[in-house]
């Protein structure tokens, strides 16, 4: 048996190590010239310095939204260290270390972009191309893991009058410092934690920055710097500067930032995968992960709104126990039933099509079903319960949140220091 795992960062790290640890040959295919996914920082913006798409969102002076307490793998945690709220920086070197420890590096092949999956019988063959010969090679796998995040592929609003701003306007994904927004007038076109993040930073040099967002239910409550206001949606772009906001209200702006998300995206997934995805939604996948029809690929890190390291780890735990035997897939039929059930519960919550794969404060439950069904262990509690609490100070002190410190007592007990 051989396995390709397509991605570098946390969700293939993890993947290859538990892969590798079951003596299963494992290749890890990483576009990047190092190891870490969305946690590389580069300056280049939509092309890197081969010509092929910029993979990370990363922006300078990026603090974590999770403590580091919750932020490791389960047999793995962040180092001790003073700070709950981690950089950049520091997440990679965590990544970095975590890789040397499992002896990873070795089974990586840099700068090496898939740029087609297909099915060959029972088998994959994967097509890449080593960017910086621009060389293609042709390989043969047993199984794919397909570990390559979601957030690389921006999703931009169709706003009425876009074509007539006349200012610079970015997704956050091309979003790197405050540096272009010195004493400019920014609208940040979205509330969710990049937005509220970037809004907050570009406050720091901006004239003025206005968030604008739809109306939620959950307020985000904090003490803003007096040089941001919020609004309500952009109705249209009326000129080269001035945008109307749905309540009538009309401001003029030198830059905007879009921060509206990402959709996920299989570029290199050829139609004949079977594989897909409309508003969001990945299918058909059991459990968020497998791919019915085809067991043999797997997408680890698909779920959103969770603990996502610990879950990476999980999944491809949970993943290995079948590669290894030690776990039998139900029948299609039965998996495509489980599949309908969990749609159908999360209907009942109120959940939109693109929400079908949110967890948020039920990760647990799906943490719990994961290991019962492959007899592994689950991510102990606290693990949940600290997010739930983080995820209540981001709504309650938007601007201070990250000066909180964490202690986990035990495997459901946690403190604030």
Known sequence: MRVAVIGGGAAGLTSARHVSAQGIPCDVYEMASELGGTWVYTDFVGKDKYGYPVHTAMYQGLRTNLPKEIMGFP????????????????????????????????????????????????????????KPMKQESVNVYDVVMVCSGHYNTPVVPNIPGQDKFKGTAVHCHQYRSVEPYKNQTVLVIGAGPSGLDIALQVASVAKSVVISHHVVKREIKGDYPKNVTKKPEVHRIKGEKEVEFVDGSCCSFDSIVYCTGYKYSFPFLHESCGVIVEDKLVQPLYKHMVHIERPSLCFIGIPFYVCAFQMFDLQARFYCQYLNGSMILPSKDMMRKDTEEDMKKRRAKGYMKQQMHLLGHYQQEYFEDLAAVANITSIAPVISKIWSACDERFYGDLVNFRNDKYRIVNNDTFVKI
Request: proline fraction near 5%; avoid cysteine.
């Open 75 to 130: 047999d793995f945690p962040i180092p001790e260290q003073t700070e709950s709220f981690l950089s950049q920086e520091n997440i990679l070197g965590f990544l970095n270390l975590y890789a040397d420890h499992f002896n990873l590096r070795e089974l990586v092949k840099f700068n090496e972009m898939v740029i087609e999956v297909r099915p060959l019988g029972e088998k994959w063959q994967i097509k890449s191309i080593n």
